[in-house]
């Protein structure tokens, strides 16, 4: 009798609720349930974004030919280490992030997407922004460039397969007030040499090198000041300063047309994203400042060549 009773209830129960479910909802209740739905996708698309794979599209033409601006790219996020959610996706709105150990470090000759980490001049990005570039020297080489040629710890690293680059056009004289770090007699095409900071560095600090190494300390997040003689870290007299993190050096193969290390420094491992995996869909844009073409412009340029095209 007990069990038959209980059957009876439970069938009541599931009747109640069956007719309250077809019960058309209130603007209340369905705009809530949307909100949660909505979120819900959010949150998964954040998730998938931070550990597996993400979506890139090329702004602009520093890495051609090997990607063109307007390229999307289907990005490997896993190889250099999952992370939570850097930003919200449609807002671009950075967040505080963890990323966990990837399953190696970028190397020569990778193509990353990164973390911009800001002018040369600025100890953070005024805003926050994804860069694509070639990694040329890893944490602990020494590169060196002459006329063009790339040398890294005295071994020419050749030009990528697809990359633009006019060897005949050097730029001699006229640049320096532009490269990095800060005071360097450097030109885009006549570098170095200058080693690629790696973990545990020990760099002599003078007077004579200080405004080079100054904005490369503050960005680790240290204080560091001059009286013209002597150095100070954090208020601490000093002749040494540790590094605290390995870097790596990126190029455009768009090499003439190519804001990168050679004028904004160094790309903190900790910044690097991802290893970008192919194009999966291809359309021209304008370069920033430029009206961009109409959605009926774009439909009538797609690129359908380069559709599927493997990133190298």
Known sequence: M???????????????????????QTFGETLISWVKTFFGALLIVMIINGVAVASFVVPTGSMENTVMAGD????NKFIFGPSTPQIVPFINMPLPFF??????DPQQGDVIVFIYPGNKNEVEASRFEYYLKRCVAAAGDELKIVNKRVYVNGKEYAVPEHANVDMNRIAMEGSYSQMFPEGAPYTPD???PIRVP????????????????AMFIRREGHQVGTDGTNIL?????????IVERDYCFGMGDNRDNSADSRFWGFIPYDNVVGKPIMVYWSWPVREPGVE?????????MVRWGRIGNLID
Not at 2 to 24: G, H, M, T, V
Not at 233 to 241: A, E, I, Q, S
């Open 233 to 241: 870290v954090d208020g601490k007299l000093t002749g040494t300063y």
């Open 198 to 213: 790696k973990k545990g560095d020990k760099i002599a600090l003078s007077a004579e090198n200080y405004e080079q190494w």
């Open 2 to 24: 007990a069990e038959q009773n209980y059957l009876e209830r439970w069938k009541e129960r599931k009747a109640i609720a069956e007719k309250k479910r077809q019960q058309p």
């Open 190 to 192: 006549n570098y170095g």
């Open 72 to 75: 999307f790219l289907f990005v």
């Open 292 to 300: 961009d073409y109409s959605i009926i412009e774009k439909l009538g």
């Open 99 to 104: 990323k966990a150990p990837g399953l190696r």
